[in-house]
């Protein structure tokens, strides 16, 4: 599951940040659970969580009956990074005019990025194609009856 900060597109859905939309969309071609949270809704191909106060990273995995072990926010500001790090899921940055490399990384960032399209360019080393590292998460399959040994 992807949990990102709709502050990387914008209220009209115009990507804020270089790549954004093809983040998004590849996210959401992976077969990734995508939820965009922000102040107001955004016009997106995801499910978007308008911002409950303090606590809108529990709000959206709340709706999905998600956990933090099986998700990765990807942040936009320092504040995204801390919001997450309170919700005690992991997060992945951009930099951007909310806070540098350095201090993303000091506020709890996992991996930072100088945009979205530097994330879409390392996406299979990221930790957001790392799912498995708190779980698999997916359903899994019955296993196959044994065979009778005669």
């Given at each position: 599951m992807?949990?990102?900060?709709a502050a990387l597109f914008g209220t009209d859905w115009r990507p804020a940040s270089p790549g954004s939309e093809e983040l998004l969309h590849e996210c959401a071609a992976r077969g990734w659970t995508v939820l965009l949270i922000g102040p107001e809704p955004v016009a997106?191909?995801?499910?978007?969580?308008?911002?409950p106060g303090e606590d809108p990273v529990r709000a959206a995995l709340g709706l999905i009956d998600g956990t933090p072990e099986h998700a990765?926010?990807?942040?936009?500001?320092?504040?995204?990074v801390l919001v997450a790090r309170?919700?005690?899921?992991?997060?992945?940055?951009?930099?951007?005019?909310?806070?540098t490399g350095t201090e993303l990384r000091a506020a709890g960032a996992a991996e930072v990025h100088r945009d979205a399209a530097a994330l879409l360019r390392v996406l299979d080393d990221s930790l957001l194609a790392r799912p498995r590292a708190f779980g698999d998460c997916r359903p899994t399959a019955p296993a196959a009856p044994a065979g009778r040994s005669g």
């Open positions: 992807t949990v990102i900060s997106a191909p995801a499910l978007t969580v308008v911002a990765v926010f990807v942040a936009a500001s320092m504040r995204d309170r919700a005690r899921v992991p997060c992945v940055a951009v930099e951007g005019d909310g806070g």
